[in-house]
Each structure stands twice: as structure tokens, then as C-alpha cells.
């Protein structure tokens, strides 16, 4: 009689023991979700496999687990007290030792969400009718006059496509630390200019355009210069590589500099323009732009700004330019002209 007591329960034990084996476990993924299901042997280092009673097998990324419970489903007593107590410890020591082997540590966890931020960022991109960059460059000096030159500049052009407008926003900034006769060095100038550019397309390759610029040019003793032009150009693009832009226009500017007010106020203004790219092959490309602006009123007031770069674009990210800039101003006050003559190396972000 005893022995057959012995018998049931220990049968009832291993019985109590699979149950706890093959209950359903509640899995923590680092999304938040929980998802219930029987861990199957087949079951890797890499993947955790579960029987779901409503989705059937799945498989889940051990990378996304943050933890794993039990959950036991209630059950009526069917065995003596001492089994029953033997059955919790029995679960209550698995449950442990599973959480312990699931769990995921503290650092695994920040290097889950590292994951997360960097795959959404490589999925981030721009919209479709966004085309423009980011250049960052140091040029140097030598020789009488020695100096470092910063500089940022950036540009945005927007084609909806299908869309007869055209919209182009760009800007610079340059900063200059120049070295004094005895060795040391300050901040000697620094400039900044922007602008806004808005076309739109009526007739072919024709379009009408208004333009507004600014800039304030402490190398040159330009404090304040706005311009505003309206007027007309054309487009001619021979084949897919080349791209030639040119048109004039009229406006008004406001001035004011250092010097005397021989210029200083608002005065009419003209100005001509004319760019051209070409992209002889898909990453490399050559820009060239030329913008001559004069006052009707007085022909000795007159600035130009001459630009040429070649870009190769090391990857759809990340480029190089080379790039040559003279900036000529013929009156900036009493006659005095100012040229400003680069050439400028600089690391190309696109987006």
C-alpha cells in the first residue's frame, strides 16, 4: 500500500514537471508587445521558436527579447500537499533560472535601442523633390599675411515634380583668424550671406525668376547689403549631362559700409546671370556660375561673383569639391574696390 502512495506521486511529480515544461511562457520584446506562446526545442542562441495558439509557429529575434516569464495555467489539486509544494519550488526554481538565462542585461538593452535609433536614421531620407548639400571646408594662408578661414555653406533646391516652380535656398558663413607680427592670432573678420531664389517655368525652357539676396562682408567693410531682382532667363539642356542656364533682370538695392556715403542708401539695380552644369559621369560633376550685378545710374558701382567647383561624390552620402571663388566689388564706397579671391577645398554632405 505504501509503496503504490510512493508510486502516484511520484508519477504525479514527472507529470506536474511537463506540464511546467510545456506551459505557455509570456516573452517581452524591446517594442513593448508581449507574445504568448510554448518555447519549441528547435529553439537557437540566435532565434526563440514558439507554438502560438493563435498564430501557430512563430519565430522571434533572441536580439528582441527582454525577458520571459511562465505563465501556469490553474490547475485542480489532484495530489497530496508535499507534491504540490515540491511542483512550486520545482517551478518557482525553473522560472528563475529561465528569466535569469532570458533576461537581457542592462548594456544589451542600450545596445538594442542604439540598433533601433541607427536603422531608423539609415531609413530616413528626403523627400523625393529635395535635391541639396552641405559643404565644410578650411583654407590657409601663407606668406605676408598669414590666416585660417573656416566656413559653412549650404543648399536646398526644391522640384516638385510635375510642378512648373523651382525654389533654390542657400546660405554661407566664413570665419577668419589671421596671425598678428608677433605670433599671435585673432579673430580678424567673419561674413555671412544668404539667399532666395524662386522660378517658374511658363514657356518651354523659359522662365520668369525673383531672386533676394544679403550679405554682411566684415572682410571688406560691407555691413549691410540687401538686393531684390525680378526678371527673365532660359534653359537650354543639349542632352542628360549638360545644363545651361542664362537671364537678367532689375530690382532695387540697400547698402551701407564703412566708408563714405557715396554708395550708402538704396539704388537701383540690373544684374545678369548665367550657370552651367555638367556631369561628364554619375558621381563627378563640374558648376560654374557667374552673377554681375551695376547700377544703371552710375556704371563705376558695380560687384561680381564668379564660382567654379568640381564635386566627385565618394558615396551617395559623402563627396569632395574643389572649387575656385572671386568675389569683385568695384565701389564699395568713395571708389574703393575690394576683390576677394579663393580657392577652396571642402568635405560635400548630401541629402
Do not use: C
Amino acid at each position: 500500500m505504501i509503496y503504490g502512495q510512493q508510486l502516484m506521486t511520484f508519477i504525479a511529480f514527472i507529470g506536474a514537471s511537463a506540464m511546467l515544461y510545456s506551459a505557455p511562457k509570456v516573452i517581452f520584446l524591446d517594442s513593448g508587445e508581449r507574445v504568448v506562446g510554448e518555447v519549441l526545442d528547435t529553439s537557437t542562441d540566435e532565434t526563440l521558436f514558439l507554438q502560438s495558439g493563435l498564430l501557430g509557429e512563430i519565430s522571434i529575434p533572441r536580439q528582441r527579447v527582454i525577458k520571459m516569464e511562465a505563465k501556469l495555467a490553474p490547475s485542480k489539486p489532484s495530489v497530496s500537499q508535499p507534491a504540490k509544494v515540491a511542483v512550486k519550488e520545482e517551478s518557482k526554481s525553473k522560472v528563475a533560472s529561465s528569466e535569469k538565462q532570458i533576461a537581457l542585461t542592462e548594456e544589451e538593452i542600450d545596445h538594442i535601442e542604439e540598433r533601433r535609433v541607427i536603422d531608423t536614421l539609415r531609413e530616413f531620407s528626403a523627400p523625393g523633390s529635395w535635391n541639396g548639400n552641405l559643404r565644410l571646408g578650411l583654407n590657409l594662408s601663407q606668406g605676408d599675411r598669414k590666416w585660417t578661414e573656416s566656413f559653412v555653406r549650404g543648399k536646398l533646391e526644391v522640384k516638385p515634380k510635375g510642378s512648373l516652380n523651382f525654389y533654390r535656398f542657400s546660405g554661407s558663413y566664413t570665419y577668419r583668424e589671421t596671425e598678428r607680427s608677433n605670433g599671435t592670432s585673432y579673430k580678424s573678420t567673419d561674413k555671412y550671406d544668404g539667399s532666395f531664389i524662386y522660378r517658374r517655368s511658363f514657356h518651354d525652357n523659359w522662365f520668369v525668376q525673383n531672386s533676394i539676396g544679403g550679405r554682411v562682408d566684415q572682410i571688406k567693410g560691407i555691413d549691410r547689403e540687401l538686393q531684390e531682382a525680378v526678371g527673365v532667363g532660359y534653359k537650354f539642356k543639349p542632352n542628360s549631362q549638360l545644363e545651361v542656364l542664362l537671364g537678367g533682370g532689375g530690382g532695387i538695392e540697400e547698402f551701407h559700409a564703412d566708408f563714405d556715403d557715396t554708395r550708402e542708401g538704396i539704388n537701383p539695380l540690373m544684374n545678369v546671370f548665367q550657370e552651367t552644369t555638367w556631369k561628364p559621369w554619375s558621381r563627378t560633376s563640374f558648376v560654374q556660375k557667374f552673377n554681375y550685378y551695376w547700377n544703371p545710374e552710375e556704371s563705376e558701382q558695380f560687384n561680381y561673383v564668379l564660382t567654379a567647383a568640381i564635386r566627385f561624390r565618394i558615396t551617395d552620402l559623402v563627396g569632395l569639391e574643389f572649387s575656385f571663388n572671386k568675389d569683385f566689388d568695384n565701389d564699395i564706397g568713395n571708389g574703393n574696390s575690394k576683390d576677394d579671391t579663393q580657392w577652396r577645398n571642402a568635405l560635400v554632405v548630401y541629402f
